[in-house]
């Protein structure tokens, strides 16, 4: 009698020996996710764009929801904390209800709130008559032609990608073969069992998918409803709308101090009684110190807004915005009408420019080569035709200056009067300005100290037998800022890094990270440090990040990842996501994300893969800089299971630079891959 023989591996089944092959690795010290092999579909989009997998991090990790958000404690789980998945039927509706952004230098749109994609087609969902969605099983519609202003074009338009990633035959569209990179029969919904890791531990540049870091720590330890608060003070007396002394505005480091937002402050100083100002404006930006940067150090290219430098007073992100309008008439043919905003004070801005017929439309330094002279802005080219009307946004290389000039143009635009200058409080992180006058000031019988150094005639003045207001020892106006969600919504969601820079220096001001967290969701918070710089913002997110999490620290030397010295794992950025996702500000982190193929920076998804089943169901960070792409955020896949995914790929210096474009179709499939699972 034969008695048969069996192989063990055959009579258990794929998951089974998966998750004893991982036990039995770290039983034994050994990381068997370590080198763990790519998804085939992100392997194959790898290959033809010529990137090495030593080039690219990879996680993507199944995570689960705890039903008790405050406890770590709590067995019973619910399915999902992301927000609910758009519908591939309302993707356009959802998708023309988000600002469009069609410039890169474009600033973030100036909002109180902001709706969620996902809370938008939930309200869309109610307003329709219930039906079925056959579209879920099926491809997603092709996204609608991107504006022609804008600056990177459908990747599958782009003929880099067409002939260095796709190789696409003539009778073939990019689709199809785009297919070819997504073959639409990975797997059959099923959930992934374990986490996928690929060289996840390997220290990378990560460019702006670092702006997740002190965004989910400021809102862990400031909270949602955080506010920044701008106060004007005054020194000396008022009488008849007029005050004797000097106006002074202390900046509270306020990420988007608008020239909106600007005006409702000095409208609230006039309302307070003050009109005309027999004396200086004072600008106070100490709460910042030593954090100028050369705005050419990074790219050498200073006029762009992501290189504008943080400031205690930041008014307007430091930056011009500029309307270039062709007058059609026969008389001023050839001519462009310009108009600015914010308006300059002592500063001349030229009213027009000469179009010419040759050139392309771009960026302001491409198109118009404009320089920031001593006294007044200059163009070194026409504005060509292709433009039409356009609008291009200039960064001005001095934060104190530009605040200077604004502020005196604003008091002025609003009927109010000012017979001295504006000056900065003279203090160490002064770069430009002169300082504030520190002359002792007057004393009055009544025992209050008037800053009088402006008046001409000190003696008429205090000789005037009217009622006096005696300076005030605290604020007469606080104007409060945008809450923190939305602050961290526009930061996230448009990648602006100024605001980042705003927000990281904000952190040791208001909280101490070996304290526990704060949970009265007050909106004003005490200020906990005089002054804060970058060796005091970096520590405290180190600190946090020892006290909460479990990976090393990344290497920091900004907040928004515009840097080449920083450093961070996949790893990394896993651990800080799975942290957040059961975390009590959760709703407002993951809402503060792009939806791929819908808003943010990660809308063109939808074009590059106009069949991913991520499009509607991915909330992600997209970073991109010369060298490097990024993704990071979460994905609920159609199993019902909810991911982390994080992918980040370096180009390698021994070879040909990276093609961003090309690397961003890999992380586009790592996303559709996952949503499929």
Same mark, same amino acid.
């Given at each position: ?30 990381? $068997? ?12 989009a790898?290959?033809?764009?010529? *990137? ?30 992301? $927000?609910?998945?758009? $519908?591939?039927?309302l993707v ?20 109180? #709130? ?9 309200? +869309?969902? =109610?307003? =329709? ?14 996204? #609608?032609?991107?504006? =022609?202003?804008?600056?990177?074009? &459908? ?19 990019? #689709? ?22 690929h ?9 702006s ?6 965004t ?7 909270? &949602? ?19 004797? /002394? ?5 900046g ?10 600007? !005006?409702?402050?000095?409208?609230q100083?006039?309302?307070?009684? *003050?009109?005309? *100002? ?21 790219? !050498? ?8 430098? &943080? ?21 001023? %043919?050839?001519?462009? +009408? ?49 433009? /039409? ?53 007057l004393?009055? #019988? ?23 207001? $005696? ?15 939305? =602050? ?65 620290? &990344?290497?920091?030397?900004n907040?928004?990842?515009?840097? %080449? ?42 074009? %590059?893969?106009p ?9 992600? +960070?997209?970073g991109?800089? !010369? ?13 019902g ?5 994080? /992918? ?10 990276l093609?961003?474009?090309?690397? %961003? ?13």
């Amino acid at each position: 009698m034969t008695v048969p023989r069996y192989n063990f591996c055959d009579l258990l089944p794929a998951k089974t020996l998966t998750k004893m092959a991982t036990a039995i690795g770290l039983c034994l010290g050994i990381s $068997p996710l370590l080198y763990a092999q790519l998804p085939a579909p992100v392997e194959a989009a790898l290959n033809r764009a010529h *990137i090495s997998t030593d080039d690219i991090s990879l996680v993507i990790m199944p995570v689960t929801a705890t039903a008790d958000n405050n406890t770590t404690t709590s067995t019973k789980t619910v399915k999902s904390r992301l $927000p609910a998945v758009v $519908p591939l039927n309302l993707v356009q509706k959802v998708k023309a209800e988000q600002p469009d952004l069609v410039d890169a230098d474009e600033l973030p749109p100036e909002l109180e #709130s902001t709706a969620s994609p996902s809370k938008i087609a939930a309200q +869309k969902l =109610q307003t =329709q008559p219930a039906q079925s969605n056959p579209a879920e099983k099926k491809t997603a519609p092709a996204s #609608s032609t991107a504006s =022609q202003n804008k600056s990177s074009a &459908p990747a599958h338009n782009n003929p880099a990608l067409t002939q260095g990633l796709i190789d696409t035959p003539a009778h073939e569209s990019a #689709s199809d073969a785009l297919a070819a990179v997504n073959p639409s029969t990975v797997d059959d919904n099923q959930p992934l069992a374990y986490p996928l890791r690929h060289l996840s531990e390997l220290p990378r540049t990560p460019a702006s998918t670092m702006k997740l870091i002190p965004t989910f720590i400021a809102l862990d330890l400031l909270g &949602p409803n955080f506010v920044w608060v701008t106060q004007a003070y005054h020194t000396g007396f008022i009488s008849a709308n007029t005050l004797y /002394g000097d106006l002074i505005i202390k900046g509270s480091g306020d990420p988007k101090l608008t020239l909106q937002r600007l !005006n409702k402050l000095l409208e609230q100083v006039k309302q307070a009684g *003050i009109q005309h *100002i027999k004396g200086d404006i004072v600008l106070d930006s100490s709460v910042f110190q030593g954090v100028t940067k050369d705005p050419a150090a990074f790219d !050498n290219d200073p006029l762009r807004p992501y290189n504008a430098s &943080p400031d205690g007073l930041l008014v307007n992100f430091s930056t011009l915005e500029l309307t270039a309008v062709p007058l059609l008439n026969d008389a001023q %043919r050839g001519t462009a +009408k310009l108009y600015y905003k914010p308006l300059m004070a002592d500063y001349d801005l030229p009213t027009t420019l000469p179009t010419a017929s040759l050139g392309n439309c771009s960026s302001a330094r491409s198109s118009l080569a404009p320089i920031w002279q001593a006294q007044g802005l200059k163009f070194n080219k026409s504005l060509p035709t292709s433009c /039409g009307a356009r609008t291009f946004y200039i960064a001005y290389p001095d934060a104190k200056d530009f605040a200077k000039r604004v502020v005196k143009g604003q008091w002025l635009s609003l009927g109010n009067t000012l017979s001295g200058s504006i000056k900065f409080l003279g203090l160490g992180n002064t770069v430009a300005g002169d300082m504030i006058n520190t002359e002792t000031p007057l004393k009055t #019988s009544a025992g209050t100290y008037l800053d009088m150094s402006s008046s001409t005639d000190k003696n008429a003045v205090l000789a005037q037998s009217v009622s006096v207001l $005696p300076a005030s020892p605290l604020p007469f106006v606080r104007y409060p800022s945008l809450p923190l969600s939305q =602050q961290i919504f526009d930061i996230n969601h448009y990648s602006n890094n100024v605001m980042t820079e705003q927000l990281t220096l904000t952190l040791p001001l208001f909280s101490d990270p070996s304290a526990a967290p704060d949970t009265t969701g007050h909106a004003i918070k005490p200020q906990k440090d005089s002054y804060s710089n970058y060796t005091k913002a970096l520590g405290t997110i180190n600190q946090w990040w020892q006290k909460n999490l479990t990976t090393p620290a &990344p290497v920091m030397s900004n907040g928004s990842g515009l840097c %080449r010295d920083c450093s961070v794992t996949a790893e990394n950025l896993a651990d800080l996501l799975q942290f957040a996702y059961n975390h009590r500000y959760f709703d407002t982190y993951v809402n503060s994300l792009g939806v791929a193929g819908i808003s943010g920076t990660i809308t063109e998804h939808a074009e %590059r893969l106009p069949s991913s089943a991520a499009i509607g169901r991915a909330w992600i +960070k997209t970073g991109t800089l !010369n060298n490097v792409t990024s993704m990071a955020g979460y994905v609920h896949g159609k199993s019902g299971q909810d991911y982390i995914v994080v /992918g980040i790929i370096n180009g390698s210096t021994n070879q040909a630079p990276l093609n961003t474009y090309e690397a %961003r179709y890999v992380l586009d499939t790592m996303l559709d891959w996952t949503a499929k699972h």
